[in-house]
């Protein structure tokens, strides 16, 4: 297999993940919330899904209706957990466990945001997280003053790491590092979570990790 064809299968793989949350973006707008997860990949599912809460806070932000927000996220999170218990298959069940993940994050931070009283899209409690956007037909990726475009790079339908303070501190200095074309090293005592943050930073920008042990 010569470099032009595997070029030209990796130009096709990103274009179709950049096609599939374009379409689904759509879908999202037209279904009732718990019907389109189970219509989608489940790495479309979770760009998606971090594309339009990223759009849902900062109008909530900009209409001051935080707080009223935090109940919707609260309602969202229960009616997807009311989807595990119901009849769904294997796969299904896999993209709402790692969904799960993020929105209990998601909620997490609208209550940081409500604790906090933010009154701007710009202010660094809102800022300081990674936030998704849908921006001249590619996904954009943005923490704090940091923006690098979705890598498209296939993933399945995986698993997402639980995401904890220091979680955030560690995604906030490898972006910063990213951007600016360097590397990161974290460092720490062995078995506390320097690899799995890194892969799942990986995940969440969608580009290759690879992992040498």
């Known amino acids: 297999i010569n470099a032009e064809y595997m070029g030209q299968v990796e130009s096709a793989m990103r274009k179709a993940i950049q096609k599939q949350i374009l379409d689904s973006i759509n879908d ?7 019907e389109w997860v189970l ?6 599912v979770l760009a998606v899904d971090g594309i339009m809460f990223t759009r849902e806070v900062e109008q909530a932000i900009l209409h ?7 109940e919707k996220c609260v309602n969202n999170l229960n009616s997807i957990v009311d989807l595990v ?3 769904i298959t294997r796969l299904q069940r896999k993209t709402i466990e790692a969904l799960l993940v993020v929105m209990v994050h998601n909620r997490d931070t609208v209550a940081g945001l409500v604790e906090a009283a933010v009154q701007s899209p710009d202010d660094f409690e809102w800022t300081s997280q990674l936030r998704y956007y849908w921006d001249e ?3 954009m990726v943005k923490m704090v003053n940091t923006h690098l475009e979705y890598g498209y790079e296939y993933l399945g339908n995986s ?5 904890t303070p220091l979680t955030e501190r560690c995604y906030r200095t490898l972006m910063s590092a ?5 590397g990161g090293a974290p460092e720490g005592p062995a078995g506390t979570g320097k690899t799995e943050t890194t892969k799942d930073l ?3 920008l969608a580009k290759k990790c690879v992992s040498f042990l």
């Open 28 to 34: 999202y707008i037209l279904k009732p919330r718990t």
């Open 159 to 163: 698993t997402r790491l639980v995401i």
């Open 137 to 139: 037909g590619t996904v």
């Open 64 to 70: 001051h209706r935080v707080p009223e927000f935090y």
């Open 178 to 182: 990213l951007a600016l074309n360097l």
């Open 85 to 87: 218990r119901g009849n």
């Open 202 to 204: 990986a995940k969440a």
């Open 39 to 44: 219509r989608w990949p489940g790495q479309v």
